[in-house]
């Protein structure tokens, strides 16, 4: 099917801001101009302050990797210094993520990744886990048709087979410059000669240690002494050697897929299956292939978005989020002031209720995806909002198409001396996954199924709602919120972005790319500013501490919104901005471990 979608006249957007609109009660933010003609942003109401962290993003000219780890990054930077192109580095990375990050990082997972090459051409490959050959629809459903809680979510039954092998070496096959074996090497390196752990990774690990000797009885990785019995807890700067996962990781080296899904791996890991009552079998395997899907590119103003069609939800609905404000004032009315919250809340209002409707693997549900980002049918979807008061999730539902049937991730950005660029976000779903580690390999496996509807209407773990778009099916690839974009501007590179954070990874790549290109912030900035979140149901919109004024609270709440201020924090980007003067920002989420290093 062709997913390309062309120019709209600026004009037919402007219908969708619709005639109701009251005087915007707010004050505007302004863009200062700095140096290099890159607009950096302060606040005109002193009592305002955006940013999570001061930090400042990276500049280099020649290359620039931003990932959720130090090692990791490095890993990627060295392998543009010795020559390597954007997909080269982001192959490596993906490793070595795989052994410094094994709480999203993987190889017993899958992802997305958005490719642009300097001239212009883009693509997009799938390598998303798929549900095993033997997987049910109803698989996780007692006699009575109730959910078995947390069946999809821990242990052996939640895994779908995995895809980022094969991914990695689709994507090296198609565009590497290196070769397949030094790209590897970093990651076996690690793997073999161990890191040291940051002080995130300690904790992580020692959060999960009841996981890790329950569900794998007897066996003994990532515990910090070969006797699980032991309350040793890991510290920050110990180092971790995997010597199980490096002999994983020699055998892809060697091998390429058939190390992972033939084999010595692919034998370890049914065999795993089977010890725990899991479904993945050496067929199942063998059967994993990634698909290159024909990306979305939508344009915005001067821009073009070039982002992930279905299995992912979040192209489809990072383009209707963008279309839905863009016929508004955002700059004038300034950054999060309490219209241009309201306009991006009821957008991500509509766009969430019609993902659980209509979104779903197109190999298996027929998606409507270009009637879903066509202005039309957005403005269809607007009539009943008002900046007088909130719509009622209660009263909104998935839109009406006719003629159609209804039936811890981590993200890292890259860009080489070229101008290639690479935005891949890639997952085992929740931190560590299922928590099974396939016995003799040394990996963790995802506890990607419960990513799927496993009942209509019953909400996943990040609250979504789906229905039998995305019900589970043998083979079917599970519907995902990923949404790794790189954006053009005027024809020419301008944005690598992404982020985890399940449902609100949407909404957080929407929010940042506004805050470059309405707001007049730099990538770090956008990166730093704090976020919000609504996703139709629960109708509440969640937001980082500080990220509305007291003002804004009040006059949503007067508006009938239900506010929520979170105790915890929304993403982790990764991002790389193209400046004026060609050189690049990388920016790394200063709420983790994130990383950018550039030369
Ligand atoms: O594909 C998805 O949408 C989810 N499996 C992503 C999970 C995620 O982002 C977890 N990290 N915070």
């Given at each position: ?33 700095q140096g290099l003609g890159v607009y950096e942003y302060r606040d005109e109401d002193p009592s305002v302050q955006p940013f999570f962290s001061d930090r400042q993003g990276v500049i280099g000219r020649n290359g620039m990797v931003a990932s959720a780890h130090p090692e990791a990054s490095q890993v990627g930077l060295n392998i543009l210094k010795a020559g390597g192109n954007a997909v080269d580095a982001a192959v490596a990375v993906q490793f070595a993520l795989a052994v410094v990050y094994p709480g ?231 950054w999060n002031r309490d219209s241009t919250v309201q306009v991006m809340v009821e957008a991500e209002r509509r766009v969430y209720a019609d993902r659980a409707k209509f979104l779903g693997d197109p190999d298996f549900v027929k998606v409507p995806s270009d009637t879903l980002m066509n202005v039309d049918y957005l403005k269809s979807r607007w009539t009943d909002f008002s900046f007088a008061k909130a719509t ?208």
């Amino acid at each position: 099917m062709k997913r390309q979608f062309r120019v709209l006249p600026l004009l037919a957007l402007t219908l969708l801001a619709g005639c109701k609109s009251q005087s915007p009660t707010t004050t505007s933010g302004s863009g200062v101009r700095q140096g290099l003609g890159v607009y950096e942003y302060r606040d005109e109401d002193p009592s305002v302050q955006p940013f999570f962290s001061d930090r400042q993003g990276v500049i280099g000219r020649n290359g620039m990797v931003a990932s959720a780890h130090p090692e990791a990054s490095q890993v990627g930077l060295n392998i543009l210094k010795a020559g390597g192109n954007a997909v080269d580095a982001a192959v490596a990375v993906q490793f070595a993520l795989a052994v410094v990050y094994p709480g999203a990082g993987n190889i017993g997972g899958g992802g997305f990744m958005v490719y642009r090459g300097n001239d212009g051409k883009a693509y997009t490959l799938d390598y998303r886990e798929k549900a095993p050959g033997r997987a049910t629809q109803d698989m996780y459903l007692d006699s009575l048709g109730n959910v078995r809680p947390g069946l999809s979510i821990s242990g052996h039954l939640a895994s779908g087979v995995p895809g980022s092998v094969d991914g990695m070496a689709e994507a090296h096959k198609r565009f590497g410059k290196l070769s397949w074996a030094q790209v590897l090497q970093p990651a076996i390196d690690l793997a073999a000669k161990g890191f040291a752990l940051t002080e995130r990774d300690a904790l992580g690990l020692n959060r999960i240690k009841g996981d890790l000797t329950t569900i794998n009885p007897g066996k003994t990785y990532f515990l910090k002494n070969t006797n699980p019995a032991d309350t040793l807890k890991w510290q920050k700067g110990e180092i971790m050697v995997q010597a199980d996962l490096a002999r994983t990781l020699q055998r892809i080296q060697s091998q390429g897929r058939a190390g992972f899904y033939e084999g010595e791996t692919a034998r370890l890991l049914a065999e795993e299956m089977k010890r725990g009552n899991g479904l993945i079998t050496e067929d199942d395997l063998k059967d994993y292939h990634s698909v290159w899907r024909d990306p979305i590119q939508a344009t915005y103003k001067n821009y073009n978005v070039i982002t992930m069609p279905p299995t992912s939800s979040g192209g489809v609905a990072l383009v209707q989020l963008m279309r839905f404000t863009e016929p508004y004032p955002l700059r004038k009315w300034g950054w999060n002031r309490d219209s241009t919250v309201q306009v991006m809340v009821e957008a991500e209002r509509r766009v969430y209720a019609d993902r659980a409707k209509f979104l779903g693997d197109p190999d298996f549900v027929k998606v409507p995806s270009d009637t879903l980002m066509n202005v039309d049918y957005l403005k269809s979807r607007w009539t009943d909002f008002s900046f007088a008061k909130a719509t009622d999730s209660k009263n909104v539902r998935g839109g009406t198409i006719p003629g159609y049937e209804s039936l811890e991730t981590t993200h890292f950005s890259v860009v080489d001396k070229a101008g290639n660029a690479v935005s891949i976000t890639t997952t085992l779903n929740g931190g560590y996954g299922s928590r099974v580690v396939v016995g003799g390999a040394g990996f963790f496996m995802n506890n990607e199924m419960d990513d799927f509807s496993v009942k209509p209407g019953v909400p996943n773990m990040f609250g979504l709602i789906g229905n039998q778009a995305n019900a589970i099916a043998p083979q079917k690839r599970m519907l995902s919120s990923m949404t790794p974009t790189i954006l053009e501007k005027d024809g020419k590179l301008f944005m690598v972005v992404g982020t985890p954070g399940g449902s609100t990874i949407i909404t957080s790549v929407y929010q940042t790319i506004l805050n470059v290109i309405e707001h007049g912030m730099s990538m770090q900035q956008a990166v730093n500013a704090l976020k919000f979140h609504h996703q139709w149901l629960p109708d509440k919109t969640i937001f980082e501490n500080g990220a509305f004024s007291d003002a804004t609270v009040q006059n949503l709440q007067n508006r009938g919104y239900m506010l929520e201020k979170l105790t915890n924090t929304l993403g982790r980007m990764d991002c790389v901005l193209i400046r004026p003067d060609g050189s690049y920002e990388g920016a790394s989420d200063p709420r983790a471990d994130n990383t950018a290093r550039g030369y």
